[in-house]
């Protein structure tokens, strides 16, 4: 037969922007249908007077705002930025992008109602879907307003948890017996369930149709997710992921249709944990952790085209996350055979990837570069597999 050349190893990298947009963080990028690149992240502005007369600290400061900016099919340079969503007088945060089966462009965002006294523990969520995005500048948004989950569960996951850091303290200890109370009369607040829901990773249009949007409570550390078959009309509420200490889950769909968790770690495993569904999303099975390191740091996974999986992450146990790395699986998840460095500067800071993989194969990785700027490669897997 004819012989099939391999694939050439490609890498480009490039910032999305230069200058002071103050600290900026926590990146989510999305390929349109038409073929380019739109991506958000957190930023409070440029530094002044005025920032610090009214307290502002970094991330939780009442001016932060989404910013986002577009990469033009065929550009060379990312379009100047602009302000994606600002709610006034509060600090929105954690923005995620997806685009759903009917090509709507989804933005997912937290808002938090009381900084600095209540940071993530305040937020409420909020998103925005739009038809008409492709555009320079921001997209028409068709539909804004708020989501407030209320998955069923909850109770029985944090009872549960209470008894076990019972159990775990024994007569020895009153860290366990404390940890226990605190979640119990957590639980009695109503804005604990209700408020602290963040996301962080992209949505994930499922096979059937359905819209799925990853989430987790930063009051309970735990996840859950909310599905959508309408737009963001009516939601569905999966039970929480049946393990606290594992938060931002990213999602991806494996070809038989199971949904695979990928979770950043608040344990003290220091591991990527993981989670299966086979019903669409509804229920999990227990996290466990992976042989990937994670020093409580954001990752986020996709399915390839191929059919293998892809992840990104700081593939170290602690912090600095000084190294980000890629790592592919040709057996959904059970093993990562091929890891690459994406950056690995000692005592820098490279955090809360986004990636994507585009029409033509190519995969878009952004992540938060020093907390300056936003940082962009793109990349094929004959890059990740090729031996450095």
């Known amino acids: ?161 209470a008894d076990d850091a019972r159990r775990r303290s024994g007569r020895q200890s009153p860290q366990g017996v404390q940890r226990a109370r605190e979640l119990l009369d957590r639980l009695d607040d109503p804005f604990a369930r209700r408020l602290g829901w963040m996301p962080r990773v992209h949505p994930v249009a499922l096979k059937d149709g359905a819209f799925l949007v990853p989430l987790a409570n930063e009051n309970f550390n735990f996840a859950a997710m909310a599905i959508t078959r309408d737009g963001g009309e009516t939601w569905t509420f999966s039970k929480p992921v049946p393990s606290l200490g594992v938060t931002q889950p990213s999602i991806v769909q494996l070809r038989d249709g199971r949904l695979l968790a990928f979770f950043r770690d608040a344990t003290s495993a220091h591991r990527v944990h993981r989670s299966e569904s086979k019903d669409g999303g509804l229920t999990w099975s227990e996290a466990t952790p992976t042989a990937l390191p994670n020093p409580g740091g954001g990752i986020e996974a996709i399915a390839l085209s191929s059919g293998d999986l892809a992840i990104v992450y700081n593939d170290k146990e602690t912090s600095p996350r000084d190294r980000l790395a890629v790592s592919i699986s040709s057996d959904e998840g059970a093993t990562w055979g091929s890891t690459r460095h994406i950056e690995n500067t000692p005592g820098a800071r490279f955090d809360y990837p986004s990636v994507v993989q585009g029409r033509d194969g190519s995969i878009h990785v952004t992540y938060s570069y020093n907390l300056k700027t936003i940082k962009h490669v793109t990349f094929n897997d004959v890059w990740v597999k090729q031996v450095p």
């Open 1 to 161: 037969g004819r012989a099939v050349r391999a694939a050439a190893p490609t890498y480009r990298e490039r910032f999305i922007f230069s200058g002071d947009r103050g600290h900026v963080h926590a990146s989510s990028i999305v390929e349109t249908p038409k073929g380019s690149l739109l991506a958000v992240w957190y930023e409070n502005g440029p530094k002044d007077d005025a920032y610090y007369f009214r307290g502002g600290d970094e991330d939780k400061s009442d001016d932060v705002r989404i910013g986002g900016a577009r990469l033009a099919r065929g550009a060379e340079a990312w379009a100047e930025p602009f302000v994606m969503s600002d709610t006034f007088g509060v600090s929105d945060n954690n923005p995620a992008l997806g685009i759903d089966a009917q090509n709507r462009l989804w933005l997912v965002h937290a808002t938090l109602l009381a900084v600095p006294a209540r940071t993530w523990g305040s937020a409420i969520l909020q998103y925005r879907v739009s038809t008409d995005y492709e555009s320079l500048g921001v997209p028409r948004w068709d539909r804004s307003t708020v989501l407030i989950p209320k998955p069923d569960g909850i109770d029985e996951l944090i009872a549960r948890a």
